[in-house]
């Protein structure tokens, strides 16, 4: 079944073309990474599904309708700090949870875990001008995990960690997404990251951007990325991608 399908999706900014015509599906429970050069217009696809931009042409459709963030359950991860400065740490990521009417006990529970699956347990009672970078980008990452969407949208989330924090947070993406079945959309410049996450790549082109190609990747789970097959499917998606 399609959980997302995009027709001849097309979106300027005065007299910028950014997206030209784009169409693609995202299979129910499929986890696709988009690539491609800086600035062709990954983030703005993102913020056009959401509603953030109003599209020139195209639709967009989620579960066969209309995008509507009041019915759909949809988590968003920006590239930006997204927490709200007058919460603590436990308030940003119990949000979303009182949104949708979870009981008390369910808010703590979920909480609890979004928070321990980020290590920010003993952090819970700080605000966001006590934490570093990375933490503030852990605190979106736990809120986005704790409502279990239907539908993740992440634009490049783990850009700014540490390498050791950002592999163990890949890796429990995948758990999360093989447990709760979640359709993701996972934007990222990091094409290693692409090729260890994805069941299927799409490749852009630079600005009027269109889809140069879709590539499945069949390669099995848990991946290596010293593996001849990994540096192989790496190499292929690099290769794709023009930077002029």
Known sequence: MKKVEVKNLTKSFGDLLVLDNVSFDVKEGEFLCIVGPTGCGKTTFLNSLTGIYEIDEGEIHIDG???????????????????MSWLNVRQNVQFG???????????????????????????ADYYPNQLSASMLQRVAIARAFAVQPDLLLMDEPYGQLDLELRFKLEDELLNLWRKLKTTVIFITHNIEEAVYLSERILVLTNKPTTIKKSIQNGLP???????????ELRNEVTALIKWW
Do not use: N, W
């Not at 979920?110 to 321990?116: G, I, M, N, R």
């Open 65 to 83: 309708e209309s995008v509507d963030l009041k019915k759909h359950s949809i988590a968003y991860i920006m590239q930006e700090y997204s927490t």
């Open 97 to 123: 949870l009182e949104i949708r009417k979870y009981s008390k006990a369910e808010v703590k529970q979920k909480t609890d875990e979004a928070l321990q699956l980020v290590g920010l347990e003993k952090f």
């Open 221 to 231: 789970y848990p991946r290596r990325v010293t593996e001849d097959s990994f540096v």
